[in-house]
T-cell receptor, first 117, second 112 residues
């Protein structure tokens, strides 16, 4: 099946620094990728849709200047948390759709745990 | 807006027990419904899906039926195994939209 990877799997950083998280589709191309955030014991919340070759589309309430998304190629999207603060600590997950017959199935990365001290 | 309400966990069962994880939804239009499973250290994987009312999705012994009258999509398995221990997410996607709306997830632990 299709594989989506994320790097790093976990990261600890100091408050005020920026952190970049990569999402790669390893064996298929994706013009669109999705970024989610998951708090403990809560559901995955869609943050933004990453679009190859154009600007990302952010969900209501998500600061686009805080969470910079770049879809550099058909297999790579990056999420940069700028000037991170402890409240940005969370589990970040990406997904990419792949068309299977008449249906687009979402393939998810394993997630990146961010801890901001 | 769209929402998914899922049975809170954690759920602990003995091997070979019957499993039900409840899921209800609120949505405009005619959504497709999904169950995803997340094993420790891995990404979410599609377990099963149903795209219209009365459809039954099934995979690996798990089943869920799309009930429009009760806006539900409960996950069931007749005899669980230790290897079924994971977190299960119910989700919906509205027609013509790639976005998924997730429930809170239910952690399932099966003890031998």
């Amino acid at each position: 099946g299709a594989v989506v990877s994320q790097h790093p799997s976990w990261v600890i950083c100091k408050s005020g620094t920026s952190v970049k998280i990569e999402c790669r589709s390893l064996d298929f191309q994706a013009t669109t990728m999705f970024w989610y955030r998951q708090f403990p014991k809560q559901s995955l919340m869609l943050m933004a849709t990453s679009n190859e070759g154009s600007k990302a589309t952010y969900e209501q309430g998500v600061e686009k200047d805080k969470f910079l998304i770049n879809h550099a190629s058909l297999t790579l999207s990056t999420l940069t948390v700028t000037s991170a603060h402890p409240e940005d600590s969370s589990f970040y997950i990406c997904s990419a759709p792949l068309k299977l017959e008449s249906y687009n199935e979402q393939f998810f990365g394993p997630g990146t745990r961010l801890t901001v001290l | 807006g769209d929402s998914v309400t899922q049975m809170e966990g954690p759920v602990t069962l003995s091997e070979e027990a019957f499993l039900t994880i409840n899921c209800t939804y609120t949505a405009t239009g005619y959504p497709s419904l999904f169950w995803y499973v997340q094993y420790p250290g891995e990404g979410l994987q599609l377990l099963l899906k149903a795209t219209k009312a009365d459809d039954k999705g099934s995979n690996k012994g798990f089943e869920a039926t799309y009930r429009k009258e009760t806006t539900s999509f409960h996950l069931e398995k007749g005899s669980v195994q230790v290897s079924d221990s994971a977190v299960y997410f119910c989700a919906l996607r509205n027609f013509g939209n790639e976005k998924l709306t997730f429930g809170t997830g239910t952690r399932l632990t099966i003890i031998p």
